[in-house]
């Protein structure tokens, strides 16, 4: 019998068009010689363009599917990508508050990448008051982690969302005005180190999912978070360079890039 793959479990949100959302970190996580469990926390209308509709699913059945799972599985790593609701994230909380040793990756998902806003003031409340401080890995985009943290300054936002419990915090730099993709990694200790990217030329739909996926898988191999980023970072930068295009908006990451090569 073969050896058993490390499992990541992930509450995400489905997207049909298959950029974004739990089909991203499937094949993200496949990628990385991982298995993924998914609890789809809400169901969406949309295209390669924009999210038109957004559709949470019942919290009390998140948790049984998640419970049911995690009676079966050793799960390695849970990653938590769209929300979509307040009460969402409160289920997700009731469960992963009983995982204390299971690293979790949480990609704050706020906003299609087309402009539809994925989440109102209560759900953001919920995921800073309730999750963040579960959090292992968090991977807002800079617009998302200035919404978390109420703050404009970059430095200040890490600061404040690992003041309420983020124990790492990498804020990615695709959305800011500069030559090259800056990423920084904010890390206990007040270490942190800033990744430089080129700066791709498409718009990309599921670049946030491919990279917080990465992560959670290549720390349920048990690399280090620090290690864990910088090889997840490499994979969705490939993945992204790889991208095509399936309909009349936004690109889609190739995460099986390698199996062309
Ligand atoms: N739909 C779902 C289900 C998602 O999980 C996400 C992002 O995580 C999106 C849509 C938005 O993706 P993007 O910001 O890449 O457009």
């Not at 496949?30 to 949309?46: K, M």
């Not at 019942?58 to 009460?87: M, R, W, Y």
């Not at 280090?224 to 690109?251: C, I, M, R």
């Amino acid at each position: 019998m073969s050896v058993r793959p490390p499992i990541v479990l992930c509450f995400s949100g489905h997207d049909p068009s298959g950029g974004a959302g739990i089909q991203a970190d499937i094949e993200a996580i496949v990628s990385h010689r991982c298995h993924a469990a998914s609890v789809i926390t809400a169901l969406t209308e949309q295209d390669s363009r924009n999210v038109k509709k957004l559709l949470p699913q019942n919290p009390a059945d998140i948790i049984c599917q998640a419970e049911t799972l995690l009676n079966d599985f050793k799960v390695s790593a849970i990653k938590i990508g769209l929300l979509g609701h307040a009460d969402t994230a409160l289920a997700v909380h009731d469960i992963v508050r009983q995982c204390p040793d299971i690293p979790v990756v949480l990609d704050p998902v706020l906003a299609a990448g087309g402009g539809t806003e994925l989440a109102g003031e209560q759900l953001i409340s919920a995921i800073v008051a309730k999750l963040l401080p579960l959090t292992t890995v968090l991977t807002p985009n800079s617009q998302e982690a200035r919404k978390l943290a109420g703050v404009n300054d970059l430095n200040a936002c890490a600061s404040l969302l690992r003041a309420k419990g983020a124990q790492n915090v990498l804020i990615t730099g695709s959305h800011e005005d500069s030559l090259l993709v800056h990423n920084r990694l904010f890390m206990p200790d007040g270490l942190n180190e800033t990744f430089n990217w080129e700066r791709l030329p498409q718009h990309y739909h599921g670049s946030g999912c491919t990279l917080a996926s990465a992560i959670a898988a290549l720390l349920a191999q048990g690399l280090d978070v620090f290690t864990a980023v910088n090889e997840a970072q490499e994979f969705t930068w490939q993945s992204l360079a790889a991208a095509y295009l399936p309909g009349k908006g936004q690109h889609n990451p190739r995460r099986l890039f390698w199996m062309d090569a």
